[in-house]
T-cell receptor, first 113, second 111 residues
Framework: DAGVIQSPRHEVTEMGQEVTLRCKPISGHNSLFWYRQTMMRGLELLIYFNNNVPIDDSGMPEDRFSAKMPNASFSTLKIQPSEPRDSAVYFC???????????FGQGTRLTVV | SQELEQSPQSLIVQEGKNLTINCTSSKTLYGLYWYKQKYGEGLIFLMMLQKGGEEKSHEKITAKLDEKKQQSSLHITASQPSHAGIYLCGAGYNQGGKLIFGQGTELSVKP
């Protein structure tokens, strides 16, 4: 298996634009997590899904952020409109079953100018 | 996450020295994870502890979970430059699968 695949690896966008980050979890994994990492706040959990259903989105900072998981092999995190303070590395991770090893993607480095 | 505190925030050691990183939870843990991250890369799984008093080792890295399941320590013996990176502890608090992380400890190993 290729592991968790995120795209794009790098994204530079202008303030106000819509940004969509993509994640393909490992086949057969039932849980998917979206995290944001910054120097100031560390690695924050934004939202996680079990069996494609959002379980906890309490970490989503604002209504500008939304996440979907239309099927077991794909998830998106959308920011609209983007702001400079959204600049961070966004990670996706998947887990086969609850409370087992979480596998992380390589991350998407987002810069909003 | 404020529920999970790591210390120290950063650490510089001489190659060959031992070191310990601590992770403390404000609540009883269901599972405790240790990950390592190189700058600009994803997280690499080291080990997971679930039972009170459990101890696991991976090469020269040993992690323990206390009996109350609220504290864990990561110990590196005879550190090498390859051990440098950011070490993060993660916690699951129930069977629901939610996984949160501490702020991380940045380790530098000087040759």
């Amino acid at each position: 298996d290729a592991g968790v695949i995120q795209s794009p690896r790098h994204e530079v966008t202008e303030m106000g634009q819509e940004v969509t980050l993509r994640c393909k979890p490992i086949s057969g994994h039932n849980s998917l997590f979206w995290y944001r990492q910054t120097m100031m706040r560390g690695l924050e959990l934004l939202i996680y899904f079990n069996n494609n259903v959002p379980i906890d989105d309490s970490g989503m900072p604002e209504d500008r952020f939304s996440a979907k998981m239309p099927n077991a092999s794909f998830s998106t995190l959308k920011i609209q409109p983007s702001e400079p303070r959204d600049s961070a590395v966004y990670f996706c991770a998947s887990m086969k079953t609850e409370n087992t090893e979480a596998f992380f993607g390589q991350g998407t480095r987002l810069t909003v100018v | 996450s404020q529920e999970l505190e790591q210390s120290p925030q950063s650490l510089i050691v001489q190659e060959g020295k031992n070191l310990t990183i601590n992770c403390t939870s404000s609540k009883t843990l269901y599972g405790l994870y240790w990950y390592k991250q190189k700058y600009g890369e994803g997280l690499i799984f080291l080990m997971m502890l679930q039972k009170g008093g459990e101890e696991k080792s991976h090469e020269k890295i040993t992690a323990k979970l206390d009996e109350k399941k609220q504290q864990s320590s990561l110990h590196i013996t005879a550190s090498q430059p390859s051990h440098a990176g950011i070490y993060l502890c993660g916690a699951g608090y129930n069977q629901g699968g939610k996984l949160i992380f501490g702020q991380g400890t940045e380790l530098s190993v000087k040759p």
